[in-house]
């Protein structure tokens, strides 16, 4: 992906899996503007910050696909120098395929767009 794309990526995730807006000069919680978590003129880099991109995945688990029994999976194909992050559903149609990246952020990412696409 090119920088641009990545910081799509970051701006989507922000947006619709982090509840987060820009009001014209900070990123804040949509929930709270007067909450204090400013976090400054751009948005977190969920797509190449690990501990950023651990913020998503956790949102993901409590999220859980609009209620439903999931479980995600993490994949390491280090001879494909990549790694992937899918889930597992009790219904098929309820499952994800994994998204795989050459970094694990990037992959938790992608995983996290597919599961709040839904």
Not at 13 to 39: P, Q, R, T, Y
Not at 58 to 81: Q, R, W
Not at 93 to 118: G, V
Request: hydrophobic residues 40%; contains cysteine; aromatic residues 8%.
């Amino acid at each position: 992906m090119t920088n641009q794309e990545l910081r799509e990526l970051d701006d989507w995730i922000a947006i619709n899996v982090m509840g987060l807006k820009f009001n014209g000069h900070h990123w804040v919680l949509k929930s709270d503007e007067n909450l204090c978590a400013k976090l400054g003129g751009h948005c977190p880099e969920y797509t190449t910050d690990p501990a950023a991109a651990m913020a998503v995945l956790e949102k993901c688990a409590a999220t859980n696909a609009a209620g439903k029994t999931i479980t995600i999976v993490i994949f390491s194909e280090l001879e494909h120098g990549r790694f992937g992050v899918g889930c597992e559903a009790a219904y098929e149609k309820d499952e994800i395929d994994p998204q795989f990246a050459t970094t694990l952020p990037l992959a938790i990412c992608l995983f996290a767009r597919k599961l709040f696409e839904k």
